[in-house]
């Protein structure tokens, strides 16, 4: 019986993806282009509001058939290497919405964050805004993020974040992206 299922989603997903139109891809494609700038890898430096600064490295390339950036992050206490985090995103252009989606997994938490955004090609910037529910396990949190990607050497990218019990966002971290 599951072997009977398993071959049934599998001409379903096959089906599926025949279904996905040639402009519909191109539109994904067009998309993610503007964030090809994105790609490579990279030395990062975090510096958050709190003071404390951690170093680390992403490295951007296409996955699914350049459908996705798929994102390794790994970052560490500048200080204290055994201090630790990583994550991964995935980051596509929906064009029946119109938006960038952008989904975050992470070492040692179990949960996943999913982001939508906007690319201002006048700023060229890259916008996003997320709600996450039970964050720290008691309260929500609102983000947004603005990439900055008008150096192909540098890229900032500022975190801004208000949690449920907050008045007012504040700026949790800035990212700096350079070139190794």
Do not use: C
Not at 14 to 37: C, E, F, Q, T, V
Not at 102 to 117: K, P, Q
Not at 122 to 148: C, M, Q, S, W, Y
């Amino acid at each position: 019986m599951f072997l009977l299922l398993a071959a049934i989603g599998t001409t379903a997903a096959i089906h599926a993806a025949d279904a996905g139109s040639i402009s519909d891809y191109a539109k994904i494609r067009a998309g993610m282009n503007k964030l090809s700038p994105l790609l490579g890898k990279w030395n990062a430096d975090a510096v958050y509001a709190d003071g404390h600064d951690n170093i680390g490295t992403y490295d951007v390339h296409w996955a699914l058939d350049d459908t996705y950036l798929e994102m390794e992050v790994d970052f560490h206490r500048k200080n204290d290497p055994s201090q630790h985090h990583g994550f991964v995103i995935y980051l596509t252009y929906n064009p029946a919405t119109r938006h960038y989606e952008s989904t975050y997994f992470y070492t040692r938490w179990a949960m996943r964050v999913t982001e939508s955004g906007e690319f201002d090609d006048v700023a060229n910037e890259f916008r996003t805004t997320a709600f996450i529910p039970l964050e720290d396990g008691k309260r929500d949190e609102h983000v947004r993020t603005i990439t900055e990607l008008k150096n192909p050497n540098k890229i900032i990218y500022d975190h801004y974040s208000r949690y449920s019990d907050q008045s007012a966002e504040r700026m949790d971290v800035r990212i700096t992206l350079t070139r190794p």
